[in-house]
């Protein structure tokens, strides 16, 4: 009988397949399994002018590859750290003009992605997606004609890249791959790509027979070539192994900020006698996976309450029963405040918590990553993210909680830039979803600082369109002006708008905060009826949830000081 081929090379064979100027996909999903080994071989190897596709929010792996001098083109919703801030490299690269940025939201990327990998040339959007600038800066959108309903839509041409780079758990020696917990947008990268590099951190003869590793996420069909190598995630997690290794990030992003510390990091794993494995012995013991933090000291029932905690509760009280909506990147207060509605007044609401998609998740804590694979251990179902997106899109979504770096007073919000798009003084992290913001039936904005220099008259950039320009100014896009912006909530007040102009009014002002308070901090102005009433703060039962039933660790007290 014939021996079967196996996927298994090394790490540098792999890394050798990738000549100068391909397209390469980079997986993973923020802060956990991405290809790390595979993108430092890269930089050792001093391959240039790659164009790279990443994940929906993605970090040290495009950032490093972008900070190496690899990358000359980029397609990307969006590069941060999460809670540790934003990606230095990335920010500089496109405020320098070092790299060429192909502006986009999560849905030109994932629906890009799917035309590849149904081997279509492009795929059609509804027009109203069409309202954020990033069709102003990207010339690969199209405005085209269906030919079934005689309205035009919005196209996004096929992402089809020539590598997709993966990190699994486990994998058999022919390439399948399982992937713990969830596969995020690993699946969709691998289906769209002509050839697909993967490492793993175990090698089992038959992961889905062995009772260890679970079923494969992507079949070794897919998989061109695999590199077994323990730590290959490092320093982002490889749930089941190892956790976030938070302190090299924040050396990395220290390292950043010269060109001598700069140059001395990249020594330090990119060196001429430096290996991979050597690399990986060389950095102390991986940090455990993220774990439920230790509950807070009990506060006595007078204790003041935090403007998170306020913030939190207005937010369950803008949701409704049997409503379906979701807790994005960074939302801590949105997690609360939906937790806090199912609990309350709203028993059969329905939310999703970051890019695990896991729905109606169980956890008593407010987790450090809200992408974190801790909630699918208690959550009812998961609903795969490329899947998550299908319903963005389809308007299932009655409910967008969303933030930014701006917001103005038709609540246009924006998450890319600060100044002129060509000459940014300040480079943001990226649209990410904010582009499905038409497709929702209303959206509650957020923000922990209310200043004139985050509520302003007009955004720099249009990443979500809220009223437009003012009423009936979104028809062009067929969104009609009784969806959109309801609400806005920060850590001075709460504002919805004028049923009539649309423009900004205040609702209610927080305990302490004056109307004077509100109006000196925002830089437009800001429609203020007649009575303006306190902001109720949560009650008793609803402050006893959020400190014993949600947030255990007191995150909320620590978010605005």
């Not at 793993?200 to 069909?221: F, K, T, V, W």
Request: aromatic share 8%; glycine share 8%.
């Amino acid at each position: 009988m014939p021996e079967r081929r196996t996927r298994i090379i090394s790490l540098e064979e792999a890394a050798a397949s990738i000549p100068e100027g391909a397209v390469i996909a980079v997986g993973g999903l923020s802060y956990f399994n991405a290809p790390m080994s595979l993108v430092r071989e890269l930089i050792r190897r001093g391959v240039r002018n790659l164009t790279l596709i990443t994940a929906a929010v993605t970090g040290i792996q495009a950032d490093l590859l972008i900070a190496a001098g690899c990358v000359r083109r980029v397609f990307t919703p969006y590069v941060a750290f999460e809670e540790l801030g934003l990606a230095p490299a990335f920010r500089r690269a496109v405020e320098k003009h070092e790299i060429e940025l192909v502006e986009m939201g999560e849905a030109f990327l994932a629906f890009g992605l799917k035309a590849a990998a149904t081997g279509a040339p492009y795929y059609p959007l509804p027009l109203a997606l069409a309202a954020s600038d990033s069709i102003r800066h990207n010339s690969l959108y199209r405005i085209a004609r269906d030919p079934f309903t005689d309205r035009d839509v919005l196209c996004v041409p096929a992402l089809k890249p020539d590598f997709t780079l993966l990190h699994a758990q486990i994998s058999d020696p022919f390439g399948n791959l399982v992937l713990a917990p969830a596969p995020t947008m690993d699946n969709l990268l691998a289906r769209a790509s002509r050839r697909v590099i993967a490492t793993c951190d175990e090698l089992q003869d038959n992961p889905a027979m062995s009772g260890h590793g679970g079923q494969p996420s992507i079949p070794g069909a897919f998989v061109a070539a695999l590199v077994p190598l323990l730590g290959a995630a490092r320093p982002t997690s490889s749930p089941r192994f190892y956790g976030v290794d938070r302190a090299e990030f924040k050396r990395y992003a220290a390292a950043m900020k010269s060109d001598d510390t700069r140059r001395a990091y990249f020594d330090s794993f990119a060196g001429s006698s430096v290996s991979e494995a050597g690399y990986l012995r060389s950095l102390p013991p991986p940090p455990p996976e993220d774990s439920a933090p230790a509950d807070a000291p009990p506060l006595a029932p007078d204790a003041p309450i935090a403007c998170a905690e306020l913030i939190a509760s207005v937010i369950s009280h803008a949701v409704h029963d049997g409503e379906f909506t979701a807790a994005g990147t960074g939302c801590w207060e949105v997690a609360a405040g939906l937790r806090l509605a199912q609990l309350t007044h709203a028993p059969n609401l329905t939310f999703t918590l970051g890019g695990t998609a896991a729905v109606n998740h169980r956890l008593r804590y407010l987790p450090v990553s809200i992408n974190t694979e801790q909630a699918l251990a208690v959550c009812e179902a998961r609903i795969p993210l490329e899947e998550l997106f299908d319903l963005e899109l389809a308007g299932q979504f009655d409910v967008m909680f969303a933030s930014g770096l701006q917001i103005d007073c038709y609540g246009n919000l924006n998450l890319a830039c600060i100044g002129p798009y060509e000459h940014p003084v300040f480079r943001g992290p990226g649209t990410v979803g904010l582009e499905f913001a038409p497709c929702a039936r209303r959206i509650v904005a957020f923000f922990r600082q209310h200043t004139k220099n985050i509520f302003v008259e007009k955004v720099d950039f249009v990443s979500g369109i809220g009223y437009g320009t003012g009423p009936g100014s979104r028809v062009q896009w067929g969104i009609p002006d009784s969806t959109g912006p309801a609400l806005v909530v920060t850590n001075l007040a709460v504002m919805d708008y004028h049923p009539e102009t649309l423009r900004m009014r205040l609702k209610s002002v927080h305990p302490g905060v004056s109307i004077s308070e509100v109006l000196a901090n925002t830089g437009f102005e800001l429609h203020v009826p007649a009575n303006v009433p306190e902001t109720p703060l949560p009650a008793a039962e609803e402050l006893l949830l959020l400190r014993s039933e949600i947030d255990r660790g007191g995150m909320l007290r620590k978010l605005i000081s």
